[in-house]
């Protein structure tokens, strides 16, 4: 495989979606307590357009960006750089943003300057690119299904979930709760195999197609760079397909996430240089278009 191409329709609809979320400077001084920032701003990686129109070349599902504000924080588009056809995780616009902010974030944390991280689907893929530096995803039947989360047993000390009640715990182990919309996934057999991942990331939670195992969850052990192959945004926010879950621990399992990972973003202390700098960055400058009645998402944000 040389290369993988997630679209299927101008707005890469039901099989792929993305995301890498990038907390970009923000804040201001005033609003900055010894120890939290009160005001996060995360970035939200564009996706090209499969098929570009003038002024119309990357998106971003709104969903995206209803998670982050619903747990407190605001949003920055982060635009790629080269619009292009089709999203791979090898070649893109997407790839090649992406790589710059992973390694940002690697170099700023090492540092000990924090600076979280998050992939969701195509972006939990994309995490597996960019760490191992290497193609290692297998083909699943997971384009359209709901499941619930099998946890591996490290995930009682983990901090993606440390926040989570005990009673949703036991909902998402228990009930299809987690919307899966991919065809490729990182097999369970290949993250034992594979050094670099291994070592980067633990794992926790773990699913299956009937075939293949695949991980489904993860966090990094030394970074705040965590994965999910499932979709906590969609719960809340997409109504376009029938297995997307809407029940009330469904709803909290959207809101859990978004908390937890904004959570992580109030330890960054990145910000714009000044409030009109930041002011001009925030996604309010842009409106979001209905679309629920051709694509998977209900709304989305063109660029
Ligand atoms: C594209 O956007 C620019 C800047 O907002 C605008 O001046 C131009 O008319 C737009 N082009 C089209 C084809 O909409
Ligand atoms: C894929 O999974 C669905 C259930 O999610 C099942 O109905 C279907 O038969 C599976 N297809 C194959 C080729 O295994
Ligand atoms: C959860 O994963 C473990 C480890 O692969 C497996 O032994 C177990 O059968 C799985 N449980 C379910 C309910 O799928």
């Known amino acids: 495989m040389t290369s993988l191409t997630y679209a299927t329709s101008r707005f890469s609809s039901r099989n792929m979606l993305l995301l890498l979320l990038f907390i970009l400077p923000s804040g201001l001084p005033m609003y900055l307590s010894a120890d939290r920032n009160e005001r996060p701003v995360i970035g939200v990686l564009a996706q090209e357009v499969y098929s570009p129109k003038p002024n119309q070349t990357a998106y971003i599902a709104a969903s995206y960006v209803k998670f ?3 747990a407190g924080a605001r949003v920055v588009p982060v635009m790629i750089l080269y619009p292009g056809g089709g999203v791979s995780i090898v070649s893109s616009g997407y790839e090649r943003a992406a790589k710059i902010f992973y390694e940002l974030a690697i170099e700023a944390n090492k540092k000990g300057d924090y600076f979280p991280v998050w992939g969701t689907c195509l972006g939990f893929e994309q ?3 960019l760490t191992s530096g290497k193609l290692s995803l297998s ?3 997971t384009s359209g299904v709901a ?4 946890f591996s047993e490290d995930v009682k000390g983990s901090r ?3 926040g989570f009640p005990a009673e949703l715990m036991a909902a998402l182990a228990s009930e299809p709760l987690t919307e899966n919309s991919h065809q490729w996934s990182l097999a369970t057999l290949t993250y034992n195999t594979n050094e670099e991942l291994k070592n980067f990331y633990r794992v926790l939670s773990i699913n299956t197609d ?3 195992e695949f991980v489904s969850t993860f966090e990094a052990y030394d970074y705040p760079i965590y994965g999910t192959q499932w979709h906590p945004e969609k719960n809340a926010f997409e109504w376009t397909r029938p297995y997307i879950p809407h029940s009330p621990s469904a709803v909290k399992t959207t809101f859990y996430m978004a908390e937890f990972f904004v959570s992580e973003a109030r330890k960054s202390f990145h910000r714009f240089e000044s409030v ?3 002011n001009k960055a ?5 409106n979001p278009v209905y679309t629920g009645a051709t694509s998977a998402f209900e709304q989305i944000y063109l660029f």
């Open 139 to 141: 083909h699943t039947n």
């Open 147 to 150: 499941l619930p989360l099998n």
């Open 127 to 129: 995490l597996t690119y």
């Open 210 to 212: 009937g075939n293949i």
């Open 160 to 162: 993606m979930f440390k």
């Open 282 to 286: 925030l996604i309010y400058n842009y």
């Open 68 to 70: 982050l504000e619903a």
């Open 276 to 278: 009109e700098e930041e």
